[in-house]
């Protein structure tokens, strides 16, 4: 059983689209996270969000949204899609306040 | 700001032993991960050191020196199969758990 999966897996649309990335995790954690990875494999994290808490990372544009609509979800609404925004994002998830994380298989997004 | 530098690349021979360096800022250090990332695939957890010293599993074991902000992933017998990136991450106190990575150092296990 696939402990955090994340939909689609790839992603091709036009710049100006808005597009959501779906992220579940079956592991019970009440953390989970969205991470950047660019064209240099360098991975970034984006937020950090459990029931109570959001944590952004101040790097991040406002044309990201997380949206967690109960613990086992954390979905990555991307409005007005820029060519800057292709790159591969992972979703992640941890036990509160604790680690390991666990990742997803990524989402590769790509910008014409 | 929080650097965390680690070797961009390495080269080793299979059946060697190779270690991959990581130095981060000391200050507000509260704990240092290892991640293994294969080509395409999500990064996947190895290893976890807050206090100093050395932790041993199988293969692979990782080292912690607190006081020198610095810390090595050891590999031994290398396999092909290692061939990947492997990434080190921090977490700083109050980050809220959030770990800062490097940008990684790819191995390549040649024959």
């Known amino acids: 059983d696939t402990a955090v999966s994340q939909t689609p897996k790839y992603l091709v649309t036009q710049m100006g689209n808005d597009k959501s990335i779906k992220c579940e995790q079956n592991?019970?954690?009440?953390?989970m996270y969205w991470y950047k990875q660019d064209s240099k494999k360098f991975l970034k994290i984006m937020f950090s969000y459990n029931n109570k808490e959001l944590i952004i990372n101040e790097t991040v544009p406002n044309r990201f949204s997380p949206k967690s609509p109960d613990k086992a979800h954390l979905n990555l609404h991307i409005n007005s899609l820029e060519l800057g925004d292709s790159a591969v994002y992972f979703c992640?998830?941890?036990?509160?306040?604790?680690?390991?994380?666990?990742f997803g298989d990524g989402t590769r997004l790509s910008i014409l | 700001g929080q650097n965390i530098d680690q070797p961009t690349e390495m080269t080793a021979t299979e059946g060697a032993i190779v270690q991959i360096n990581c130095t981060y800022q000391t200050s507000g250090f509260n704990g240092l991960f290892w991640y293994q990332q294969h080509a395409g695939e999500a990064p996947t957890f190895l290893s976890y050191?807050?206090?100093?010293g050395l932790e041993e599993k199988g293969r692979f074991s990782s080292f912690l020196s607190r006081s020198k902000g610095y810390s090595y992933l050891l590999l031994k017998e290398l396999q092909m199969k290692d061939s990947a990136s492997y990434l080190c991450a921090v977490i700083f106190r109050g980050s809220q758990g959030n770990l800062i990575f490097g940008k990684g150092t790819k191995l390549s296990v040649k024959p």
């Open positions: 592991l019970g954690h009440d953390t």
């Open positions: 992640a998830s941890s036990p509160l306040g604790g680690q390991p994380q666990h």
């Open positions: 050191n807050v206090l100093d």
